[in-house]
């Protein structure tokens, strides 16, 4: 299994909703990322899990509370969140933590708020 | 936190033709890596080249680094319409990639 599955693909919430973004990988990888991306841009990094500690917050609001439950789930726990934080929301995987190793992305939550 | 400027931003080609897209970086790094991303899905790694090694292959995909320059190129030959999607650099310093601006590169059939 080399693949990143993410749930849901597709997520509409309102401003004072809670939900949560879950990513999934069975590569045995050890790293685990968020990244937000807007619409023409690069993606931009959010957190980085490394052994399930989480080891970057990227200046992040805290309407975004990530979650590393065991070494092979990551959430995105979202709740008041604004409209301009609508975007594709991606996880990614690597096989350790650090600079060396590819990324394995999923397909992605695409995200609006409205 | 950008890192890497692309260019071009976008580039319109037909097949069988040859694209380059270039890639440009501020500060020192470990690797560089290339990815394809394909309209609002997940991106794919293409290739990882070390900050010791000045080009590298991997079927139709060519990547050359000069350090000194802090730059990277990537050529794909011969290009096919399942190419058209966007390509993005990504260095490696510490324990993050950060992405370049990105090209968006259709190849006309």
């Known amino acids: 299994d080399t693949e990143v599955t993410q749930t849901p693909k597709h997520l509409v919430m309102g401003m004072t909703n809670k939900k949560s973004l879950k990513c999934e990988q069975h590569m045995g990888h050890r790293a685990m990322y968020w990244y937000k991306q807007k619409a023409k841009k690069p993606p931009e990094l959010m957190f980085v899990y490394s052994y399930e500690k989480l080891s970057i917050n990227e200046s992040v609001p805290s309407r975004f509370s990530p979650e590393c439950p065991n070494s092979s789930l990551l959430n995105l726990h979202l709740h008041a969140l604004q409209p301009e934080d609508s975007a594709l929301y991606l996880c990614?995987?690597?096989?350790?933590?650090?600079?060396?190793?590819?990324?394995?992305f999923g397909p992605g939550t695409r995200l609006t708020v409205l | 936190s950008q890192q890497g400027e692309e260019d071009p931003q976008a580039l319109s080609i037909q097949e069988g033709e040859n694209a380059t897209m270039n890639c440009s970086y501020k500060?020192?790094?470990?690797?560089l890596q290339w990815y394809r991303q394909n309209s609002g899905r997940g991106l794919v790694h293409l290739i990882l080249?070390?900050?010791?090694?000045r080009e590298k292959h991997s079927g139709r995909l060519r990547v050359t680094l000069d350090t000194s320059k802090k730059s990277s190129s990537l050529l794909i030959t011969a290009s096919r319409a399942a190419d058209t999607a966007s390509y993005f650099c990504a260095t490696a310093n510490t324990d993050k990639l950060i992405f370049g601006t990105g090209t968006r590169l259709q190849v006309f059939p």
């Open positions: 500060t020192s790094i470990n690797n």
């Open positions: 990614a995987s690597s096989y350790r933590g650090g600079d060396y190793n590819e990324q394995f």
């Open positions: 080249i070390r900050s010791n090694e």
